[in-house]
């Protein structure tokens, strides 16, 4: 049974398209990153996943339906949807205590074990912390509870580099294992790229790009040719060109690698620069990606 | 994982308690848990009223033996009702105390948590939009009545032994005292006008307030207010009738008048007759608890729907 499921997932606000009938399918034990521009339709999926709108299509998450069924789902899914969301009065021992009533797979031992590893007292409230402390609060809420799915909304939106990064390193080091599921959306790509085993781009309600990261590293190349080569590479169909430092950085779409690697070094593209040649380029490069939405199934 | 659980009678798989050991109604004690621990003034604001009071009636007390003597003579009826004064008047304030708090407490309870946001965090939760509602509703309904019956009785527990005290320090009878105060009647009394009046007739109010709260984007008061007049004014406009306006003055001033037989006063006093089958027979009572049962249903499925705002 896959995680999620969706097969022609739609959601409209008015006019306004938010998801424009995707499909999806996340494997168990997976960490998938979605990734897609403010307004793509990122946090409307997830919304559809957790139960927290309804959708016309067909969705199953854990072989539920998330609209009516949320109260059974989050039996098995957590999420983190906001740095801001823990509520600002409850003390930190009151949010052991009403997640322990709550949650029959709440593990309190384990949370108090998070917990005594950070700065965060069990008196103090949730107004009271900082963000940094507040989004360690709600992971060790988290990461406590023995859930198949975990879902991060821009979790570490706000926070410094530092708390980012204890954050994923205690994601995967404290929390993830291969039975487990994850599904990711930030804006600090390049900060995951090597947490994630699949990837997908979503933009304007659709998904331009759905690949494990193992086809990801097969399929696309970058090069940064040398300035006597770049008409000769320019040849081969790049998806996408830049320049840095007056150096020309060409991105290929299923190019040989070998091909490639007499015309500069070869490498393979992070997540932000693809991101932006498959996305930024949607105008002229849309149809060519477009039309192999499902390299693989994830 | 259950079934391994299963086969093992007895053992506690702790990666995966079975859902059965979950009960139900855990959910709903936690949710009302955390609604006392969010709203505090549930508790600290009758406990205020009941201390402030108290103060009030302690420093009265000096006046107490030279007026009890002055009314000894006077009529019985007399005497009797300046007996019992300070017991109504507490039992009168932490009643209204209470329904402000319920109020104040009903037009936030599903508006504030969109607000700020938390209810992101409630619904990441194994906990249903039905038992959160419900939960909410039960602190106008089931919390607030206890606790205004408990520090009633407390309070008044507490101006009949000090009344004591003064009587027999006055020397004054104090079997007049219990006679007349008949303490453990009056407490009976105000459970019965309790559940009667504050849960069962005033209800429709707070299931109105809780749909409103759900349902507004910003000024849940307003919204909450200005329809009702609305309606009021129109129909006066229209018809030159005040029936909208007259129902809504006897649901927040009535209810009492089928439940006892004095009419014209709080039925808080053991000489009032319990007329239970006239109240339960009233239509307006299960007219108002059927809108009351409507609105938390929209309320419930207004709190699936809606997000953060």
Redesign the interface.
């Known amino acids: 049974m896959a995680c999620i499921e969706a097969y022609g997932l739609r959601k409209a606000f008015g006019a306004t398209i938010a998801l424009d009938g995707i499909d999806l399918r996340v494997e168990e034990g997976r960490i998938l990153g979605l990734i897609g521009p403010n307004g793509a339709g990122k946090t409307t999926a997830l ?1 559809a996943i ?5 959708y016309q299509g067909a969705l199953q998450v854990l072989g539920r339906d998330p609209w009516t069924q ?6 098995d899914v ?5 740095v ?8 930190v021992s ?1 949010a052991l ?3 322990a ?5 709440f ?1 309190r031992a384990k949370a108090e074990g998070f917990l005594a590893k950070t700065n965060i007292g069990h008196a103090s409230r949730v107004r009271e912390l900082s963000k940094g402390m507040v989004t360690q609060l709600h992971l060790a809420l988290v990461m406590a509870i ?1 859930a198949k799915l975990l879902v991060l909304d821009e979790p570490t939106l706000g926070l410094d580099s530092l708390y980012r990064k204890q954050f994923y390193d205690s994601l995967l080091n404290d929390y993830f294992d291969r039975s487990r599921t994850i599904v990711i959306t930030t804006h600090q790509v390049e900060e995951i790229q090597n947490l994630l085993t699949d990837v997908i781009f979503i933009n304007r309600g659709r998904i331009l790009l759905d690949s494990s990261m193992e086809e990801y590293e097969a399929r696309y190349l970058e090069v940064v040719v040398h300035p006597e080569r770049v008409a000769q590479a320019r040849a081969l169909k790049p998806i996408h060109e830049r320049q840095v430092l007056g150096r020309g950085i060409l991105l290929f779409d299923h190019a040989d690698r070998q091909q490639l690697g007499a015309l500069g070094d070869v490498r393979t593209p992070t997540i932000a620069d693809l991101f932006v040649a498959v996305v930024g380029g949607q105008v002229s490069q849309v149809s060519q990606v477009g039309q192999i939405p499902h390299i693989g199934q994830i | 994982m259950n079934t391994q659980a299963n086969t093992v009678p007895g053992s506690f798989d ?4 079975p ?1 059965a ?2 009960s139900a109604s ?2 709903f ?3 009302v ?2 609604e006392l ?2 709203n505090r003034s549930i508790y600290i604001a009758p406990l205020a009223a009941a201390a402030l009071y108290l103060v009030g009636f302690l420093i009265s007390t000096v006046r107490m033996p030279r007026q009890m003597r002055s009314l000894s003579t006077s009529a019985h009826e007399t005497l009797h009702q300046a007996i019992l004064t300070p017991y109504d008047y507490v039992a009168g304030l932490l009643m209204l105390t209470a329904m402000a708090v319920g109020l104040f407490y009903c037009l936030d309870a599903l508006h504030g ?1 969109r607000r ?6 409630w ?7 039905t ?1 959160a509602v419900l939960a909410k509703a039960s602190i106008p309904l089931v919390v607030l009545p206890l606790i205004t019956f408990v520090l009633i009785v407390a309070a008044q527990w507490i101006i009949l032994l000090v009344s004591s005290a003064i009587w027999l320090g006055s020397g004054l009878s104090v079997g007049t005292l219990w006679t007349e105060v008949a303490i453990l009647p009056m407490s009976m009394m105000i459970f019965y006008h309790l559940l009667t009046v504050h849960v069962l007739w005033h209800a429709p109010f707070y299931g109105w307030l809780l749909l409103v709260s759900a349902w507004a984007r910003r000024a849940a008061f307003l919204w909450a207010v200005l329809p009702v007049v609305a309606i009021a004014f129109v129909e006066k406009i229209a018809f030159n009738t005040s029936h909208f306006a007259n129902l809504l003055v006897n649901r927040l001033g009535g209810g009492a008048e089928a439940a006892v037989t004095a009419a014209d006063s709080m039925p808080i006093h053991p000489g009032m007759h319990i007329t239970l089958g006239r109240y339960l027979s009233a239509p307006g009572l299960w007219m108002g608890l059927a809108f009351t049962a409507i609105c938390l249903a929209a309320a419930i499925q207004l709190r ?2 809606r ?1 953060p705002i």
């Open positions: 919304n957790l139960g927290l709108t309804p949320r109260d059974q789902l989050m039996r957590a999420f983190i949807a906001d801001a969301v823990l509520p600002r009065w409850m003390r009151q205590e009403y997640v009533g709550t949650h029959p797979r593990d023995d | 702790a990666q995966a308690p859902p050991v979950f855990r959910p004690y936690w949710s848990r955390r621990w969010e948590e700020d946001r938390s209810i992101l965090f619904k990441s939760l194994p906990v249903s939009d038992t699936r729907q997000g």
